[in-house]
C-alpha cells in the first residue's frame, strides 16, 4: 500500500502543474486585468468593463472637471509604475515560474486590493464555508444512509414508491429557489421570522455563554444548511438502496439465510460492511464537493461571508493573488481527499489491495 500511496502522491506534482498552467494561461486572454480595474476606477469608469466597451468618454465629459485626473487620463509612468508593483512588466512566463516556485513554498502573497495575505484571507472565510460543507455531509449521511437501507428492503412497497417521488422532487428543486422559499416562510418574508436572516452568528456572540453559542451558531446555520443539503439527498438515498439490493441478491445472503439467520444478523452482519463500501467511502469526496460546490449561491442569499463568495469577488475584481492562491490550495486539497478516497476503501473493507489491482 505504501507503493501505492507513493505513486500518488507523485502524481499530485503534474496534475496540479497542469490545472495552474491551463487557469494562468486562460487568464492572460481575460480583458480588464488589475491594472485596468484601477485606472478604470481612478478615470471614474467605476467598473473596467465600462472602459473597455468605450463606456468611459460619456463619463469623462459629464464629469465636466477640468481638474478632475480622470479628465487628463493617468501619466504613462504612472501606468508603468502600476504594472511593476503587480509584476506585469515582465514576460507571462517569468511570472508564472515566480509564482510557482512561491507556491510551492507556501508562500502566496497577499491580495491586490485587501492588503491582507492570501492564507489569512482563506483562513477568514474557511469556518462558513466549513460549517456549510460540514453539517450538509453530516446531515445528508445521516438521514440517507438508513432512509436508503429502508427503501432497499421494502423495495417496491407503498414506502419505498412516495419516498421516491419526494427525493426526486426535493433533488429537481434548484438549491437558490430552495433557499429563497425558505427565507420567505421562516426569516421574515411573507410569513414567520423564526430564523435570523443573514450571519454565521448574532452580534452580542462573544457576550453569551457556551450553551448560548452553541444555539446561536446552530439558529443562523439551520436555513443555510437545509437548502445546501436538499439536493445532497437524493443521490445519496438512491446510492445506498442500489448498493444494498445489489448485496441483497448476491449468494452469500442466501447461504447465510439458508443457515437459519435472523434478517437483521443477515442485513447488519454481512451485507452491510460490503454494501456500505462505496458509501462510506466517498465521504471524503463528498464533503469536499459540497465544501467548494455550489456554496456561492447559497453564501450570497444568506448574506454568509465565505469561500464562495471570496473567489466571486476575486475573479470579478481580477485579484489574480487570491484566485491562484485558493486554486492552487483547493486543488491540492482535492487530489490529497482523492488519495484519502482510496485510503477509506481499504480501512472499511481490508481486503481490498490496490497495488496487486494494477499489477
Known sequence: MGAYIARRLLLVIPTLLGIMV???ALVQFVPGGPVEQIIAQMEGHGDVFEGINGGGSEVMEASGDSDYIGSRGLPKE????????FGFDKPPLERFLTMMWNYMRFDFGESYFRSISVIDLVLEKMPVSISLGLWS???AYLVSI?????????DGSRFDTWSSGIIILAYAIPGFLFAIMLLVLFAGGSYWQIFPLRGLTSETFDQMSLGGKIVDY???IALPITASTISAFATLTLLTKNSFMDEIQKHYVMTARAKGLTEQRV???HIFR???LIVIAGFPAVFIGVFFGGSLIIETIFSLDGLGRLGFEAAVARDYPVIFGTLFIFGLMGLVVGILSDLMYVFVDPRIDFEKREG
Not at 504612472?78 to 508593483?85: A, D, N
Open 78 to 85: 504612472f501606468i508603468e509604475e502600476l504594472e511593476r508593483e
Open 218 to 220: 446552530f439558529w443562523h
Open 146 to 154: 438508513p432512509l436508503g437501507i429502508r427503501k432497499a428492503i421494502s
Open 137 to 139: 455531509t453530516l446531515i
Open 22 to 24: 491551463i487557469n494562468f
Open 274 to 276: 460490503n454494501a456500505m
Open 267 to 269: 442485513l447488519y452482519g
